[in-house]
């Protein structure tokens, strides 16, 4: 009679217990990172005077911003204990669908935006219900949802999308207002908000809880299906909004548009301190992931390394940043801040 009530209540406790050494590591993990990707920069300079300049800072900041939106959905899928290869194929899906119904540029495109980030939320929900009532593991089923969607835009497209950037997309992606880009000013508040979501809402509580221990959050009356569920949906909708960005920033669309953004952004949020099987991890550690990523792509693009090179790098700063984030690093520290 009293152990349901019991585990409850110490469950409702772990997650105050473990509240400093999370605060902790998302301040060390963002830091840490980002301390890489200006170190990064500046020592660029030495590599070419057209490096580490305000203009290549930039750069990196707008091509960011597209991982930084992708990675925040990933994020939460992940946190919950789950993996979306669904992505690819939805930032296709948004940018078709953003070019192709709404690049006449008529006023209709503020009403039609929604509409086509509600499409690619319905695709999500669909992965996140196989998921969940089907019993399907998120990898299978996102591959699938994957595969179904990209095999029917290009049945309606015939292998060449139509259409071109609605005004809005263009303006979102190259108009400046006060001097800085509006995609810098939207990465700004989007990352603002997607912190404040994951870090400080009770769907955000409810995901570290689930993500932890599935059966201990049932038993403390989260809504365990219902969390499980959304984490896709989100993921989905902010895959397709990425596709618009790239409608926006290149004035069309491509049915391979998103191929360079599923590695990215699992290591994104891998590199910012999250755990791979869930309960663990940060916005913020996260944005500084997808930055880490996008410096590194731009200094070894700049610097015209061929691909295989450049892919070899890569790996092995994205190895050596999850080595110097390891736990053990994180628990040597706090035990020196102690003393």
């Known amino acids: 009679m009293t152990s349901a009530p019991h585990s409850s209540l110490s469950y409702s406790a772990s997650p105050d217990t473990r509240s400093s050494a999370k605060i902790s590591r998302e301040a060390i993990s963002a830091s840490a990172v980002a301390a890489i990707c200006v170190v990064m920069l500046f020592g660029s300079r030495f590599i070419s005077p057209s490096l580490g300049s305000w203009g290549q800072v930039e750069t990196v900041l707008v091509l960011g911003s597209f991982l930084v939106v992708l990675s925040f959905g990933q994020g939460l899928v992940v946190l919950t204990g789950g993996l979306d290869l669904s992505l690819p194929a939805l930032v296709t899906l948004g940018g078709v669908l953003s070019a192709g119904l709404i690049g006449d540029h008529n006023a209709a495109e503020f009403y039609m935006l929604p509409i086509v980030l509600l499409a690619c939320g319905a695709v999500g929900l669909l992965s996140g219900l196989g998921v969940v009532f089907l019993k399907v593991p998120p990898f299978i089923m996102t591959m699938a949802v994957s595969i179904i969607v990209a095999s029917s835009a290009l049945g309606v ?41 994951q870090s400080r809402t009770i769907f955000g509580r409810y ?8 059966e201990a959050a049932r038993i403390a009356g989260v809504p365990v299906n219902l969390v499980r569920i959304l984490p896709y949906v989100i993921s989905a909708s902010c895959a397709g909004f990425v596709g618009m960005m790239l409608v926006g920033y290149s004035n069309g669309a491509t049915l391979r548009m998103g191929d360079d953004y599923l590695l990215p952004s699992i290591a994104a949020v891998v590199i910012g301190g999250s755990s791979i099987l869930g309960g663990r991890g940060t916005f913020l550690g996260t944005v500084s992931g997808a930055i880490l990523l996008t410096t590194l792509g731009t200094i070894i693009s700049a610097i015209g390394l061929s691909f295989g090179l450049r892919s070899i790098i890569e790996g092995l700063i994205i ?19 102690k003393r």
């Open 319 to 337: 190895l050596v940043a999850l080595l110097l984030l390891r736990d053990e690093i994180f628990e040597r520290l706090r035990a020196i801040r």
């Open 157 to 197: 497209t015939g292998g060449s999308p139509r259409g071109a950037s609605p005004d809005v997309l263009s303006a979102l992606m190259k108009n400046h207002v006060l001097g800085i880009r509006w995609s810098i000013a939207f990465l700004v508040l989007f990352v603002v908000v997607g912190w404040l979501i």
């Open 207 to 214: 995901m570290y809880a689930v993500g932890t221990n599935v």
